[in-house]
């Protein structure tokens, strides 16, 4: 048998090779991409294996350690990867873990997760990206450990002695050759792991930085699972009624859970999960969620006399006004589609929903009455909100059909037509707005003045949002329309770019304007077309040389370049009007010149920039405080 084994071996050998070579040549290919992103994908790559050996219900806690060169280490409690020879591979079964490429787990062109099991590409493609992994399985009362580099073997699984525990331990270094970018960003990964843990409920989660003088520690357990979730989309909310409804159920092979509870906001905060993993342009179980919501409630308030006979059912938009909900599936093998792959379309999938929560939530509304009252009489508020908010609406639109396409007074437009070349600034305050008008160039670029402080959509109703000037000016300035209607093809300019003064005031009315966007139309931000303009702190002058400085770091370094003396005038700008045209074109406004931040987002952290958004905008001062020393990054990226 020795040789047979052995020629095979040969073979084999060689296959894994080409397999993790493959892997080494397109790394986009398999997760995603290279740049920072891709590198947290290989943390989340390791720790989904343990979090499968959870669902099997076999680990309780894992452990993931930021070592100070930057390697990852991530431990767990389960039975440890099986030890033995696979007798297929000729080799142990951690081996193969490791060195084989996990057949079907690939990145299609979208680079979304399509494998077939829970996890997506394996174990293997983290071991090929890796300068070294080593793993180390405890069970059965021994330790085995192996090593690798760059995918290649060092040593067969050799027993390293004695041990009382069980569980799995992988470290490994993302190798520099791959990646652009090769050091993990805590507050990444502690969201993602935050949120694996309210997807998985009773699983202990802990997150350890070593590389700073003082090491952080984060640890996430949620006995509730994803009713822990809904109380945290909730904390800055006032929620209507205490519960949290929640149903659970298994149709077939798809598990269902479901959690919700309304607030006194006017916003969908629903999101819907496949495997752990967020979809964020939902699918079928998301279709069977609303369906399932919007049915459960006509048919109880029908039943119950809280809707007339002659009155129209509730639409599923007016039931899910100030909704926080989380859907959670898991499912065998979940088929994506649409563009970008994010889209479940498992047809099951929907009815399984559907099922489950129809059932549970007619029962939940019998035994609550109270709480289904609430509900029913916020939505029939909603209801009556957007008929007034549609007749609004129809009205400026038969207003402009008979005066022409008439853009807001206050605006100064460029002249020219083609969007690509154009840029619009949402300018603070008429006086800012009066230099930007002289400073800018008219051909390219458009000034829309603002007058204070805009209304704050997180706190106000359609219908109120559709009267405010402000907001109605932005609307037809920008040419889109909103909600339901928007329509990207009719934008009128390549660049929204909001610029407001760089203190406390001027963030808080870009925040405003961002939550505004974000809000109505977030299809501007996710593909690119907002930025924020950065007007500088500091002029410093000397010897009739002019300079700017955009933070204090810069001013150091600018006065150490010149020399603190005598001769330098420094001024500190308070707000834009305190800048002549001139310097509001050199400083903010020529393209050659000026500094823009383009704001995005990443849709996998949509759930998470919601609770960023109310917090920051509602009216609860103590979650906003928590939440702004525990958010610095996102703070920073609103707040410039
Ligand atoms: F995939 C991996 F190697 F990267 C990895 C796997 C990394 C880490 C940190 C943990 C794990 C892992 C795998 N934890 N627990 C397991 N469990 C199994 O592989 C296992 C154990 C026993 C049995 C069995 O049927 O007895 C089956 C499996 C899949």
Not at 222 to 243: A, D, H, R, T
Not at 382 to 409: C, I, M, V
Not at 519 to 546: D, S, T
Request: one cysteine or more; glycine letters at 8%.
């Amino acid at each position: 048998m020795g040789t047979e084994v052995n020629g095979e071996y040969g073979a084999d050998q060689i296959q894994i090779l080409k397999g993790l070579e493959a892997v080494r040549k397109r790394p986009g290919m398999y997760i995603g991409s290279t740049s920072t992103r891709g590198l947290h994908h290989l943390v989340y790559e390791i720790v989904d294996n343990s979090v499968d050996e959870a669902l099997a219900g076999f680990c309780t806690e894992i452990e993931v350690v930021v070592n100070k060169d930057n390697s990852v280490c991530v431990t767990d409690n389960g039975r440890g990867i099986p030890v033995g020879i696979n007798h297929k591979a000729g080799k142990s079964a951690v081996e193969v873990v490791f060195t084989i490429l996990h057949a079907g787990g690939k990145f299609g062109g979208g680079g979304y997760k399509v494998s077939g099991g829970l996890h997506g590409v394996g174990a293997s493609v983290v071991n090929a990206l890796s300068e070294w992994l080593e793993v180390t399985v405890h069970s059965d009362g021994r330790m085995y450990n192996q090593k690798y580099e760059r995918g290649k073997v060092m040593y067969p699984l050799k027993d390293i002695g004695e041990t009382k525990k069980t569980g799995t331990q992988v470290t490994f270094l993302p190798d520099k050759e791959i990646f652009e970018e090769t050091v993990f960003d805590f507050e990444t990964l502690r969201e993602r792991l935050r949120e694996i843990a309210f997807l998985t409920k009773g699983l202990k989660i802990t997150l350890k930085d070593d590389r700073k003088e003082k090491p952080q520690i984060r640890t996430f357990h949620y006995e509730g699972g994803i009713k822990e979730y809904v109380e945290y989309l909730n904390k800055s909310q006032n929620p209507l009624y205490e519960e949290i409804i929640y149903c659970e159920g298994q149709r077939k092979d798809i598990y269902v859970e479901v959690a919700m509870q309304h607030n006194d906001s006017y916003q969908d905060s629903t999101y819907s999960f496949v495997n752990n993993i967020i979809t964020p342009e939902g699918g079928t179980h998301l279709a069977g969620f609303k369906n399932a919501l919007t049915k459960t409630f006509n048919d109880y308030a029908r039943k119950n006399k809280l809707l007339k006979d002659n009155e129209p059912n509730l639409s599923g938009e007016d039931i899910r006004e100030g909704l926080a909900a989380i859907i959670s599936i898991k499912i065998g093998e979940p088929q994506f589609e649409g563009q970008t792959k994010q889209k479940l379309g498992n047809s099951e999938a929907r009815g399984a929903v559907d099922s489950v929560v129809t059932e549970q939530l007619t029962y939940f509304l019998e035994q609550n009455p109270a709480i289904a009252k609430i509900i029913c009489d916020k939505a029939i508020l909603a209801q009556r909100a957007r008929d007034a908010a549609r007749k609004a609406r129809d009205l400026t639109r038969r207003k402009t059909a008979l005066e022409g396409s008439s853009l807001p007074g206050k605006l100064a437009d460029c002249s020219d037509k083609d969007p690509k070349n154009c840029e619009i600034y949402i300018v603070e305050g008429d006086s800012a707005g009066g230099s930007a008008k002289t400073a800018r160039n008219r051909a390219t670029q458009a000034i829309l003045p603002l007058r204070g402080k805009i209304l704050n959509v997180e706190k106000s109703r359609l219908d109120k949002i559709l009267v405010n000037n402000e907001i109605k000016a932005m609307i037809t300035a920008f040419g889109t329309g909103i909600g339901e209607e928007f329509d990207i093809e009719k934008l009128r300019y390549n660049k929204i770019v909001i610029m407001t003064d760089a203190d406390v005031d001027g963030a808080h009315i870009a925040t405003l304007m961002l939550t505004f966007l974000y809000r109505f139309m977030p299809e501007l931000i996710r593909q690119g077309h907002v930025y924020l303009a950065q007007p500088p702190l500091y002029k410093i002058e000397k010897n009739k040389i002019v300079r700017y400085a955009y933070d204090d770091d810069e001013l150091k370094s600018i006065l150490e370049e010149i020399g603190r003396d005598g001769n330098n005038k420094i001024q500190r700008y308070k707000g834009l009007g305190e800048m002549d045209a001139d310097q509001l074109w050199e400083t903010t406004m020529d393209p050659e010149k000026r500094i823009l931040l383009r704001v995005n987002i990443d849709r996998s952290e949509e759930a998470e920039i919601d609770v960023v958004f109310n917090t920051l905008m509602g009216d609860k001062v103590e979650p906003r405080r928590e939440f702004i020393e525990a958010n610095a990054k996102f703070v920073r990226n609103l707040d410039i």
